[in-house]
């Protein structure tokens, strides 16, 4: 997804919260939503940084939120029930982290 304006990029969050939610509270697809959680986050840190974002607060206020929430809800559940969507999730945001965090948060 290439997102151009800060609406887009908003509403790009909002989906991410709601796929959050879906997966957290609702036992949603975790392996579906970590590509497209994934997907999203990517997005908006690059149209932020292209903004004029600070590395330090995507990375603040973006990338470590998303971290937190795959380590400290997700991987419990992905090693106590062996779910391996839900490992795939943590996998992948933790990818995802790396890449961004070697990439286009490096300073």
Same mark, same amino acid.
């Given at each position: 997804?290439?997102?151009?304006?800060?609406?887009?990029? !908003? !509403?790009?969050?909002?989906?991410?919260?709601?796929?959050?939610?879906?997966?957290?509270?609702?036992?949603?697809?975790?392996?579906?939503?970590?590509?497209?959680?994934?997907?999203?986050?990517?997005?908006?840190?690059?149209?932020?940084?292209?903004?004029?974002?600070?590395?330090?607060?995507? !990375?603040?206020?973006?990338?470590?939120?998303?971290?937190?929430?795959?380590?400290?809800?997700?991987?419990?559940?992905?090693?106590?029930?062996?779910?391996?969507?839900?490992?795939?999730?943590?996998?992948?945001?933790?990818?995802? !982290?790396?890449?961004?965090?070697?990439?286009?948060?490096?300073?």
């Amino acid at each position: 997804m290439i997102i151009l304006d800060e609406a887009t990029a !908003r !509403r790009a969050l909002e989906r991410v919260g709601t796929l959050q939610r879906e997966i957290t509270e609702l036992g949603g697809d975790a392996r579906t939503g970590a590509d497209e959680i994934a997907d999203l986050l990517q997005s908006v840190v690059l149209f932020l940084k292209s903004s004029g974002s600070y590395s330090s607060s995507l !990375r603040e206020h973006v990338v470590t939120p998303m971290w937190e929430w795959a380590m400290y809800t997700i991987a419990p559940r992905a090693l106590r029930e062996d779910d391996a969507e839900a490992r795939y999730l943590v996998d992948k945001i933790i990818a995802l !982290r790396s890449e961004l965090e070697d990439g286009i948060l490096r300073e």
